[in-house]
């Protein structure tokens, strides 16, 4: 993480956090939404085949949404545990550093352009 600035290093981590807080509000605001209108009331009093379709494929797209968020929530986990021991920005291909213009733009990013596009 040497090829880092100090800002640099402070930059991305406040990314990584507003983005992490960011991703668990929309996974409570999900639940929350979800608890509210359960099941049955999205299938509607009276269902059909229609009905209970159209339910399956809103609870199917919120829960896709919240695995989405979930996946972000432990890539950000991941990137701010390679912060602490050091290892953050570094290529899991090549070794190499990775761009910082990569990692303002995504600061997940384990893998250089280079190595990303083979």
Wanted: hydrophobic residues 40%; proline residues 3%.
């Amino acid at each position: 993480m040497d090829h880092l600035n100090p800002t640099q290093r402070k930059t991305l981590q406040r990314l990584l956090h507003e983005r992490d807080e960011a991703a668990r509000a929309e996974i409570r605001a999900k639940a929350a939404e979800r608890a509210e209108a359960p099941y049955a009331e999205l299938a509607g009093g009276v269902t059909d085949e229609a009905d209970e379709a159209a339910a399956d494929l809103i609870v199917d797209v919120d829960n896709a949404m919240i695995g989405m968020d979930l996946a972000e929530v432990r890539e950000i986990t991941a990137a701010l545990e390679r912060m602490k021991n050091h290892s953050y920005g570094l290529c899991a291909g090549c070794g190499e550093p990775i761009a910082y213009a990569r990692l303002h733009a995504y600061p997940v990013a384990t893998r250089c352009t280079r190595c990303q596009s083979v």
